[in-house]
């Protein structure tokens, strides 16, 4: 896993993007997207971007409360799959953890 804080376009030198460094490395990419207002805009934004690049695209997974408009419309327009939908943790500890649901996209390695 290779995390990618901030968004695509945020500069992570002073001559290259995080998108560039994507692009250099060729992994597969999940992008994390708010559920909220303006969540359409920015995930197809970054969507087209990755696409331009041939950078290989996994999918969405929306974080926040769950926005079926949303959902639907991502995956619609930005012609991908939301993977996932991840609520808000009231507490990160062992039991909310063990709480969460099992994946629902492979994760190489994972057992």
Partial sequence: ???GAG???VPINEM???VDLMERLRLP???V???GL?????TLMTLDVLRRRHVPLLGVVMNGQRNPANHQ????FGGVK???EIQPLLAVNAATIAGLPPPVFPIPGAP
């Fill in 73 to 76: 419309a991502i995956e619609h």
């Fill in 16 to 18: 290259a993007l995080m």
């Fill in 82 to 84: 939301v993977l996932a």
């Fill in 38 to 42: 303006g969540t359409i805009n920015h």
């Fill in 7 to 9: 968004g695509i376009m």
């Fill in 1 to 3: 896993v290779v995390e």
């Fill in 29 to 31: 990419v999940v992008v």
């Fill in 33 to 35: 997207a708010r559920s």
